[in-house]
């Protein structure tokens, strides 16, 4: 079961081979022997997700069932889940229940869906290797000496170690791509706003997404279907008609053009990585695709932009924390004043400081102007270079990381090679853009490695017809480490 597509257990459940029930079991038992080496999950509660899953039988018995019901998919503990402890990853969200569900947890309960569990992640979401976590540091199921990548790398871990059947992620600066592409799966963050932001703890809100992350395009598709939707409670939500996303995923790939952004094969992207994104370009040229190379000359400002105004976001968003409403307050303080800052010391890790700090100093008067203001700017430019890219390609690809996953530790001590990991990815999330990730070959030290595809804006379902063509002809998403 473990190895099923999400259609392959959806039948298996119509078909009353397994109960929702035994299903969900069995992915808990999954949990319980192998989540310990890995700490993918940071939050169970086998109770409520047995009694969904009861609920979920019903309906199947029933003849209700939607494409998801009854089978079990973890979230990132960065969505609101009534009943659920919800940390953001944070000591300063360690004792929060939440009571009321994100807008994607509500279209998962609707459709039937699990909630198996919720992921580890970086503090916050500020983070490339899942190291920031207050619950300790999620492990790379292909090699737990490995970074799983981040902020969702709790996600990525559980989806490659078939501790889930799927799960959920966030992505604000590459944190669903990067991680996907390090653990070897499929992940695909939307075009901003497709999905609701209702209930998911803010970063930077002109930048983070949802999006889903599994084994496969297909599943992708299917679970798309289900977290996109209109939601008036979110501002920046978009009033579209509702799609299949998988709708297109069998037409051929005859004349596609492949755009190759000479700024994605320069200096700092490893050999090994290359060569596999080389090799899947190559399969792409056999499937009826042409290659039309191109040019994002705004990428290598995409860094130093996020940089800014991912931080100047975050210091705003996080200035709730305070210790008065909930979360972490510090047991021992003088006054008021000396209670938000004890509490917001010792609640908050290092990294998030350090935006937070970095963020309230380019909102300062005197900084605004030179910084922030320049900083939106130059994002402009960056959305401009992909709309006059778009003008001679249909997608575009290159790879998703320029390294294959790090050492634990390796970059701790260097907040700009972290920083680094993310050069492929920014630039989406500046322009709001669509872009996804899928596994395409191994590096030297036999860690998977990620190709990235980039759409135009709402072309999400030639995105998923792209990648399910490849893996179709290929094998890569059905690799899985042994544990």
């Known amino acids: 079961m473990f190895e099923s597509s999400l259609k392959q257990l959806g039948d298996a459940l119509r078909a009353k081979k397994i ?5 969900t079991q069995l992915y808990l038992d999954r949990i319980a022997a192998h989540n310990p080496a890995l700490n993918a999950y940071i939050t169970l509660n086998p109770e409520m ?3 969904q899953a009861r609920a979920a039988d019903a309906r199947l018995a029933a003849g209700s069932a939607d494409a998801l019901t009854g089978i079990p998919v973890a979230q990132k503990d960065i969505f609101c889940a009534k009943g659920w402890l919800t940390t953001c990853g944070s000591k300063m969200l360690h004792n929060f229940v939440s009571p009321y569900d994100a807008h994607v947890i509500s279209q998962f309960n609707n459709a039937g869906a699990i909630n198996l569990g919720k992921t580890n992640m970086d503090e916050f979401a500020m983070g490339s290797s899942n190291e920031t976590s207050y619950y300790g540091a999620v492990k790379n199921p292909w090699d737990k000496a ?19 059947a799927a799960a959920t992620g966030t992505d604000t600066g590459g944190s669903i791509r990067q991680p996907a592409a390090l653990c070897g799966i499929s992940g695909l963050k939307p075009t901003y706003g497709v999905c609701s932001r209702y209930g998911m703890i803010a970063f930077a809100s002109s930048l983070d997404q949802a999006g889903p992350m599994g084994r496969s395009a ?12 209109f939601d008036e409670r979110d501002s920046t939500s978009l009033q579209r ?13 005859n004349g596609l053009r492949i755009g190759l952004p000479k700024e994605f094969f320069a200096e700092g992207l490893g050999s090994d990585v290359a060569r596999a994104v080389e090799a899947a370009i190559a399969e792409y040229k056999k499937l009826g695709a042409t290659v039309v190379d191109i040019s994002l000359p705004n990428t290598r400002l995409s860094i130093p932009v996020y940089y800014v105004l991912a931080p100047a976001e975050a210091s705003s968003n996080l200035s709730r924390f305070d210790g008065v409403r909930y979360g972490y307050r510090a047991p021992d303080y003088s006054d008021l004043a000396d209670m938000y800052e004890q509490s917001r010391s010792q609640g908050f890790g290092a990294e998030v400081k350090r935006r937070i700090m970095i963020g309230t100093y380019v909102l300062s008067h005197g ?4 910084y922030y203001i320049q900083a939106q700017k130059i994002r402009r430019l960056i959305a401009q270079d992909f709309v006059e890219a778009y003008k001679h390609c249909d997608v575009i690809m290159g790879p998703t990381s320029p390294s294959t996953a790090f050492k634990l530790g390796e970059k701790g001590d260097d907040p700009v090679q972290m920083y680094l990991s993310d050069i492929y990815t ?3 999330n500046l322009a709001g853009l669509p872009g996804m990730s899928i596994p395409c070959g191994f590096g030297d030290n036999d860690m998977p490695v990620g190709l990235q595809i980039i759409g135009n804006y709402f072309d999400e379902a030639r995105m998923l ?19």
């Open 218 to 229: 297909e599943d992708l598709a299917l679970l798309l279907n289900t977290m996109a939707g």
């Open 465 to 483: 017809n792209v990648a399910h063509q490849y893996q179709l002809a290929t094998d890569w998403h059905n690799r899985a480490p042994q544990l």
């Open 146 to 164: 490995r970074v799983p990548g981040g902020s969702s790398g709790g996600t990525a871990s559980a989806v490659a170690a078939r501790l889930c």
């Open 49 to 51: 997700s047995l009694a």
């Open 19 to 23: 109960s929702s029930v035994e299903l």
């Open 241 to 253: 008609d509702k799609e299949d996303y998988a709708r297109d995923l069998n037409k051929p790939l």
């Open 367 to 370: 900084y605004y102007d030179a």
């Open 426 to 428: 920014i630039a989406v």
